[in-house]
């Protein structure tokens, strides 16, 4: 009798550790052992056998198995000089070009093999574990900053954040600041976002783009890590206008920018955390007359017991000149001020540019 097992790759399938000794060997491991995953689970669809199941749950296990974490974490710091600069940029080349077609293998397994309610789930929580804790030091002291300067009163102000990402940030603040929860709203475009900020503050989806809070305007504003510059080029004006339509008058918004003089050299290609790599490919780009900085990222992590690496795409950030952004906020704003993010030093109408290549807007409607 013909076994119906017969056309099927292996029944024991080979682990990582059995088939490689290092990490430039995994991603052809990786694909031979998805395209034979992908035997097994069309064979299971056809007929019902309950070997073919622990065949087809073995080898999905490898392929987030937690061992390719030590082959990669070994490999990759060796390549990378302490402060997390690549010092062998065809190699670098090399492995982000083969980890982003590991990434869509990996993604492609989970969503046709496994039910999951969002494969992108992972990736709020890889942001708030590489990036969480060390945008938040430097944006409270800029809201510090201008809460001393200007004398404000944020005890019974409503509050609105622009862009708020995960909320990490917006929880701290309303700690530090002594605030109820129901005083802020942060609003962002993406609802994996979302998601885990609604966990931590009152938050919802809403792209920027089409605000209107018409009936509830807002006392302050905020905008930190630079969320304007993420926009289309295009529509910065439009998004300016737009915050300032929904500020209260005497009410302000309290954001930050980078010039485009900021330097790519200040982002190192490997941040990380206890759990997770985060590398990034930055470059300067210029298109139409603008420039942009164009940052590949990819993540490599060890959460929630898998080994996963989640290509987030192409993260653009549009780097216009200081004069525009003067002139934008002075066309929909009574009272702006540009201070440099790091000295704090008021910068004036003929500055072109900002030392620490970071700046803050604080820009108010009238009375
Ligand atoms: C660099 S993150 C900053 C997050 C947070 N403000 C912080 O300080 O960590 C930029 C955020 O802007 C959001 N964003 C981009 N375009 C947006 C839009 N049109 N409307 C609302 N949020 C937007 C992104 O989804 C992302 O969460």
Redesign the pocket.
Known sequence: MKNTNDNLPFDNPMSLEESISNFAGYLSWLQNTIEELYKVHEARQLRYESGLKDIEHKLTHHLFDLKCWDFFERELLEKVDDAGYVIDRHYWQQLTAELIRAASLQHDVLARTISREDVFSTYAEL?DSV??ER??EY?SQEIQFIHDTYHLDFSAAQIL??????G??EEHFLKAFNLKKNQLLG????EG?VKVASKRINARV????NLVHEDNPWDICL?????LQ??PHH?LEK?IQNVAHITQTGGCFIGDFITPEHPIRAYPNVLRSEKVFLLRTPLIVEKAHNLFQQTKLINVSKLQGEFRITYEGEHTRYLPSLWKLRYLFKKYFEHVEFFDAMTLEPLEAEDDTSPSSRYLVFAQKAD
């Open positions: 942001y990036n969480g945008n938040f944006i954040s622009i862009g708020c990402g995960t990490i940030m609003i962002d475009v993406s976002m809403e792209d920027i783009l905008c930190t890590a630079n969320v993420y926009l529509s998004a």
